[in-house]
């Protein structure tokens, strides 16, 4: 039994292509070896930012078919029939030939005994599988007509120790690979699969990405021990982070302890999804300004650290500004300026909106015995927060921030909780809101929507 081995080497591919490329392209393979015959022990797929591996175990040098008579169609059937069954077992019509059985007379052919090399079929089968392959998002360079994630650059593939050669597009397989994601310099010779994985454990370079993520969560817990802290991984952002890296590296970063009379959902939103951050939390569950960064070398002279460092801190010194600005301008005031944010065509501006879901308020307020004021404010102002230059800059959190923003103008607490609820939920397993007036402003909000 012999072994696959096929690594893609590349310029870094985004992490959100990387897991359907692993995926996808195993798939392609498992159906191709199935429809030849091809059994194996094993599979396994693994990627880095610039490696796409493929990897099978168990597989037999040579497939022998034994000879057989095998039936077709009836005679009498249309000769559409009879060309698919010559078509789909790869013979010819010269070896077709007619006989009656009790069913009546039918088609056969005798398919002679037959010897499949292997290898020779993998010289096939592979450029087919990665032409078939369709990235969600492709790229062309220089003047080929090739389509990949990123630019390809070589393609080792080795079966029983030995190259498979083809070409696909203008590059041709080989058995190097580069061992530096630097320089690019100095392909080395590969002789299998196990002395690829010594030469990228001498690199310390993880192929695995599972291993990668075990690696990843251990040192962050080490991190939270030694300081008594507590992580709430984000298990999409650690995902993504996982496939940018093929050499993590746990750093401990820390930002300004000012920063923490920001709204916390600004914080985490900043360091998770703009700086790819893990925020750490005190025993009591808050947020504190320690932050881990993961990256793909070591720093052994604190420069990366530091570097992260001033970047999320400009980053949230910009944030702070505008707190401070956005939450001083009046909610009431804001609502006249929804006139220059369109809601939808003929339909007119988020004005026009908020002016409706006020009436329907009133009018629930009334079936429901809700407190009117309350409802009426809360429809109103629930989307003055579209105008300020921190939603502008954090989609995700509108109505969050205004929830703030109304808090910190002194409106009462069922107010700013409508305000942060009303666009709940936001999917069918999605939180919903409790408290009655944030229950009515959000389906007045969903019912003008839908009307």
């Known amino acids: 039994m012999s072994e696959l081995f096929l690594e893609l080497f590349s310029e870094e591919i985004p992490s959100g292509l990387q897991k359907n490329a692993r995926e996808g392209i195993l798939k392609l393979f498992t159906e191709s070896f199935d429809k030849l015959d091809i059994n194996f022990k094993s599979k396994k797929s693994y990627s880095t930012p610039k490696r796409l591996v493929f990897f099978f175990e168990g597989i037999p040098e040579k497939i022998e078919k034994k000879g057989m008579t095998i039936k077709g169609p009836k005679v009498d059937a249309p000769t559409i029939a009879l060309e698919g069954f010559i078509k789909s077992n790869n013979i010819n019509r010269a070896e077709v030939f007619e006989q009656s059985i009790e069913k009546g007379r039918f088609f056969f052919a005798k398919i002679s005994p037959k010897i499949t090399l292997v290898k020779q079929e993998l010289a096939k089968i592979i450029p087919d599988i990665l032409n078939k392959y369709s990235w969600k998002k492709s790229m062309r360079w220089a003047d080929h007509s090739l389509a990949w994630g990123r630019p390809l ?9 030995q190259v498979i050669q083809f070409s696909f597009h203008h590059l041709l397989s080989n058995n190097l ?12 010779k590969i002789k299998n ?3 690829y994985l010594k030469l990228l454990d001498r690199k310390k370079i993880i192929l695995d990405q599972n291993l990668r993520k ?3 969560v251990k040192q962050i817990d080490k991190v939270c021990r030694t300081r008594k802290l507590k992580k709430k991984l984000n298990e999409k952002l650690l995902d993504e982070v996982v496939d940018l890296v093929e050499k993590p590296n746990v750093l401990v970063g820390k930002f300004n302890m000012s920063f923490l009379n920001i709204p916390k959902e600004i914080l985490i939103t900043s360091m998770q999804q703009h700086q790819k951050y893990f925020p750490l939390f005190n025993q009591e569950d808050n947020l504190t300004n320690v932050f881990i960064i993961v990256t793909n070398l ?5 420069l990366v650290k530091i570097g992260n460092e001033r970047v999320i801190s400009a980053r ?3 944030a702070k500004f505008f707190w401070e600005k956005n939450k001083a301008q009046s909610l009431v005031k804001q609502v006249g300026n929804l006139k220059s944010i369109n809601f939808f065509s003929k339909l007119g501006t988020m ?5 409706r879901i006020r009436k329907l308020g009133t009018m629930i307020a009334d079936q429901l015995n809700l407190n009117k004021e309350k409802v009426e404010i809360s429809a109103s102002i629930c989307k003055a927060d579209l105008l300020s230059d921190l939603v502008g800059e954090y989609p995700e959190l509108q109505g969050i921030l205004g929830s703030y923003f109304a808090s910190a103008q002194g409106f009462d607490e069922d107010i700013s909780l409508a305000i942060k609820e009303h666009y709940l939920p936001l999917g069918l397993d999605g939180k919903i809101p409790k408290k009655p007036i944030s229950v009515a402003v959000s389906i007045i909000d969903k019912i003008d929507t839908l009307v």
């Not at 650059?153 to 120790?161: G, R, V």
């Not at 070591?298 to 604190?302: A, F």
């Not at 004005?351 to 002016?355: I, M, N, R």
């Open 351 to 355: 004005f026009h909106k908020v002016q």
């Open 214 to 216: 075990q690696l990843i």
């Open 316 to 318: 949230l010194s910009d």
């Open 298 to 302: 070591e720093d052994k002279k604190g």
């Open 193 to 195: 699969f196990t002395s």
């Open 177 to 188: 690979t580069f061992s530096d994601e630097i320089i690019e310099e100095g392909q080395k």
């Open 153 to 161: 650059k070589s393609i080792l593939a080795l079966f029983d120790n």
